[in-house]
């Protein structure tokens, strides 16, 4: 019989050890995570998007509804027609204006950036790059010191080409390296911006 109790107690005592052990890993990948900002929590935020036919807008508003930021369209002067998106017509405007390395198609609205600290910046991917609008927007406003976080839809193209595009074109943004976005949904977007990381 003692030797039973025995057998119990120690077995008790392993369980305990054990548990403690665990809890101890939780919390220290806890405040392991908490020591790393976070940029979800940092600031006043702004998602300010280029959407010629309305799926970024989709993914902005999702940035939106996690964030709390402002949302701001860049609306061009000049609408884009279904003709001028024709990316299989050469002479098409899209295509005109990005084999144009001059091209800065002009923007229509005006906004109020001082504010912010952190800025969401979305467009379509077009041939693998930025749509020339948003070289327009970047000459316009002066985003020195500010966080910038990219983000894109396409039919199948990555980000990189467009991120390296942006990282040059100004070099006193803090760009944060953004994504790429397809048919997403909004817990897609929550996970991402909770993983963001300075
Ligand atoms: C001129 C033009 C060029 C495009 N180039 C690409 C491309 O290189 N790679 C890609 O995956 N999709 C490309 N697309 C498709 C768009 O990136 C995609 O449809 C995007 O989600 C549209 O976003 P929006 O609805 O916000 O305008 C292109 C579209 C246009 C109009």
């Known amino acids: 019989m003692k030797k039973v109790i025995i057998f119990i107690i120690t077995i008790l005592g392993m369980v305990g050890v054990t548990y403690m052990g665990i809890e101890y890993q939780n919390s220290k ?9 976070n940029i979800y929590k940092q600031g006043k935020v702004a998602i300010i998007y280029f959407s010629a036919t309305g799926t970024t807008k989709t993914i902005a508003e999702y940035i939106k509804n ?4 402002e949302l701001i369209e860049i609306i061009p002067k000049e609408k884009y027609t279904s003709e001028d998106l024709d990316y299989g017509n050469n002479e098409s405007r899209a295509n005109r204006e990005q084999n144009n390395r001059s091209s800065r198609p002009e923007i229509e609205n005006k906004f109020d950036l001082s504010s912010y600290d952190i800025i969401y910046l979305g467009y ?14 970047l000459d316009t406003y002066d985003l020195s010191g500010k966080t910038v976080i990219p983000f894109c839809t396409s039919h199948s193209s990555g980000i990189s080409g ?4 942006l990282k040059n074109y100004n ?8 994504k790429r976005f397809g048919d997403s949904s909004q817990s897609e977007i929550d996970d991402w911006i909770k993983g963001l990381n300075d």
């Open 162 to 165: 467009s991120l390296s595009t």
């Open 29 to 37: 990948k806890e405040s392991d995570k908490e020591e790393k900002s």
């Open 66 to 69: 996690t964030t709390n930021g």
């Open 171 to 178: 070099k006193n943004i803090n760009w944060v390296d953004g």
């Open 124 to 137: 379509p991917i077009w041939w693998g790059d930025v749509p020339k609008i948003i070289l327009t927007f």
